[in-house]
Each structure stands twice: as structure tokens, then as C-alpha cells.
């Protein structure tokens, strides 16, 4: 019998590269015009390092703690990301994987299975919305996702609309038409079992987007839900502040990249903020999320949660976000493509991994609980984070 583990997630990417079709790996590594803001979450990570003692390393590593409210095995939480076509389980395989290993979920408002079929393999599920539509269908679907019993909110607000890459753009059929499958066919072939995998559900890849659905009718198609999301004008911060009081309950601002708006988030009434630049894909050219950590860590103090999002890729990164002041932090291409690779069990092998490194790196550097983490534990060059904004 084949063995599926793998030992590091740049194995788990080269898996699922080779295992499924090459428009839906593009999918996988967007990024915003040069993708300068996309490589440089990664790298950012490779700047930083670590300062190891020889003796009296801990005998035990602590890494529980909580997030926005819920009980995490250790400081990682599953980012919200779209129409998982990776694998036919998709978002449940990711929810019981989340659920197998302790730690919470975020599910996308653009996510291929209904909320009520997450929440209830993941009871610790985060419920993602966007501002978009009217204030009543927002409303409206806040008020589905409570009664599938979500137990927080996210409200996503790092994304610019910014299409073009210059290594080209995967075609996202309207539908899955004939015409619109033919195109797809000589990449698909090349990866029979991902087919395989699809046919043995007795099904195939949708682009519905269920949990855009208010009324219990036919849910809107992907471009649909998208043409809804980008023509609804942004939201001021006293928007955010009118829909975080419609949620009685945790409620995070996923996209803060400065401290000044760190504040302003604050003052909306959120109990969470995700330092993040939404993967690379917003405003091109922005740092890093964690070169912009320190700066909201500061600004914030204890006055919310701030969790970070962008270029995790090991448990080494994670006690690097930690020592520069993230209370735990967000993964998403990494898991994808753990998902794309084994399905369930690939998800819960990245996450085994993390968890892994994350132990070896704290035994390491002599640290035996996570809240013990400091800068002093790192090497940081001078110039690693931009001139704060207050």
C-alpha cells in the first residue's frame, strides 16, 4: 500500500501539483499583478531568525490556547478560502480534518458546501462574510450562519479587484457546460485520478455558492455572487461598526495592514483583528503581513485578539508570528493543497506538520509555552518592518 505522508508542505504542494489539473493549481497560487506581495509573505519568513540555547531545553511544550473564544490545540486556525474544487469533499474533509486536530475553522461566504453541513462536522466553525449586497441580505445571512451554529464572524475586507497577472490567469468557466468543459479537457485528462476521485461521489465539480443563499432557493452561481460582491460600494468604518453590532458574538476584521486602521477596528467594536494582505491579492506591492505584525501588535495591546494571515508554511513560521506578537495565526494555501493531495488526511498531515515543527522549534530555542514567546527569541534585521503609520 502507498504511503501518503508527507514530511513538509512544499511536498504537499508538489503533490498536489501533479495531481490536479493545471487551471486548478493556478487557482491555487493567485497572486495580484507581479506578485510581489505573494512571494514576499514567504520570504519575509526566511529573514527572520532564531536564537537556539545548547542546555535546559523544556522537557514539554504548551501550545493550547484559544481563539476569538473557542478552544484551540494550538495557535492555528483554518482560513476561509473559496469553491474548494481541489478535492470532492472539499470544505467537510477540511472541517473533520479541523475537527480530528483540535483547532477552529473559517468558512468561506464563497465556499462549495453549505454551512450547515461544516458547522456541523466542525463545531467550531467562523462563518466568513463579505460587504456585499444589501445591509439585509448581509444581515440575512449572518443570521443563517448563527442558526447553523457558527460561532463568530469574519468580515473579509482585503481585496482590491485587481485581476491581471502577468503569468497569465486561469480560465473559470460560467458553468460546467460542454462548451465550457472543452477547453479543460486535454489538462483534465493529464490527471485521471482527479477525475476518478470526482466520479467515484457520482459527481463533478460545481461553481454554486451556496451560502450567498437567503431564501433556500437555488444558489447563485460563482460570477454571480462575485458581480454581487464587487459592485457594492466599500464599507466605511461605521459600516463595519453597524454590522458588527448585528452579531452578538466574536466578530473579526480579516485585511488590517496598519496600525492607525488597527485602531479604527477597535473602535468598531471587533474582538479580533487577521494582519493579512489576503494571500498576495490585494494592492500589489504591499509588505508582507508579518512585517506589518509588530506595528498592530503594539497598537492593539490587549484590546483584541490579533491573529496573522500570509506565508505560513511551517510550525517554525507560526512561533516566528507568535514571538512578534500574533496570538495565533491563519493557514490557507497550505491546507489546500494538503487537501488537494490526500483529501482529509492531507489536511490533517499539514496540520501534523505544523504542529511538529512548532514543538521542535520551541524545544529548540528553550521556550515551553507559547505566551512565553518574545521578539528576543528572534534575530531581526534592522530594517525587516516598514516606518509604523499611527
Given amino acids: 500500500m502507498a504511503n501518503h505522508w508527507f514530511e513538509t508542505v512544499a511536498i504537499a504542494q508538489d503533490r498536489a501539483k501533479k495531481r490536479i489539473p493545471k487551471s486548478v493549481y493556478g487557482a491555487l497560487i493567485a497572486g495580484a499583478e507581479a506578485g510581489l506581495s505573494m512571494r514576499d509573505n514567504t520570504a519575509a519568513f526566511d529573514e527572520l531568525g532564531f536564537r537556539p540555547i545548547t542546555a535546559g531545553q ?9 481563539i476569538m473564544g473557542e ?50 462536522v466542525c463545531g467550531s466553525t467562523f462563518f466568513q462574510i463579505y460587504w456585499a449586497g444589501d445591509r439585509d441580505s448581509m444581515v440575512a445571512r449572518m443570521e443563517r450562519a448563527k442558526a447553523a451554529g457558527a460561532k463568530g464572524m469574519i468580515l473579509t475586507l482585503d481585496w482590491s479587484f485587481s485581476h491581471g497577472r502577468d503569468w497569465g490567469s486561469p480560465h473559470i ?18 490527471r485521471p485520478g482527479y477525475i476518478l476521485r470526482w ?26 455572487a462575485y458581480g454581487t460582491w464587487m459592485m457594492t460600494p466599500p464599507p466605511s468604518w461605521e459600516d463595519v461598526a453597524w454590522l458588527r ?3 452578538n458574538g466574536p466578530f473579526m476584521v480579516k485585511g488590517v495592514a496598519r496600525a492607525d486602521e488597527a485602531r479604527r477596528a477597535v473602535d468598531a467594536g471587533v474582538t ?31 484590546d483584541a485578539q490579533v491573529l496573522l494571515d500570509g506565508g505560513i508554511r511551517r510550525g517554525s513560521d507560526v512561533v516566528k508570528a507568535l514571538s512578534l506578537g500574533a496570538d495565533a495565526v491563519l493557514i ?56 509604523a503609520i499611527s
Avoid: C
Fill in 199 to 224: 466520479l467515484r461521489k457520482g459527481k463533478i465539480p460545481t461553481l454554486g455558492v451556496p451560502n450567498f443563499n437567503t431564501d433556500g432557493g437555488k444558489p447563485p452561481g460563482f460570477f454571480e
Fill in 58 to 66: 523544556p522537557p514539554e511544550r504548551t501550545m493550547e490556547t484559544t
Fill in 332 to 387: 490557507g494555501r497550505a491546507y489546500l493543497w494538503g487537501l488537494a493531495a490526500n483529501g482529509q488526511a492531507g489536511v490533517e498531515n499539514v496540520l501534523d506538520v505544523i504542529r511538529m515543527g512548532m514543538d521542535a522549534t520551541m524545544r529548540g530555542i528553550g521556550v515551553a509555552d507559547i505566551a512565553d514567546l518574545s521578539p528576543s527569541d528572534l534575530v531581526v534585521p534592522e530594517a525587516f518592518s516598514p516606518p
Fill in 245 to 247: 453590532a448585528q452579531w
Fill in 272 to 302: 479580533a483583528i487577521s494582519v493579512s494582505n489576503h494571500g498576495g491579492n490585494n494592492v500589489d506591492g504591499m509588505p508582507a503581513s508579518i512585517r506589518t505584525l509588530p506595528e498592530i501588535a503594539r497598537a492593539i495591546g490587549d
Fill in 173 to 190: 468557466p460560467q458553468r460546467f457546460s460542454v462548451k465550457e468543459l472543452l477547453p479543460h479537457v486535454g489538462e483534465t485528462l493529464m
Fill in 71 to 120: 478552544y484551540a490545540s494550538m495557535p492555528v486556525m483554518i482560513s476561509p478560502t473559496g469553491v474548494q474544487a481541489v478535492h470532492p469533499e472539499g470544505e467537510v474533509a477540511v472541517a473533520r480534518a479541523a475537527a480530528a486536530r483540535g483547532i477552529p475553522m473559517g468558512l468561506s461566504s464563497f465556499a462549495s458546501t453549505p454551512i450547515e453541513q461544516v458547522a456541523e
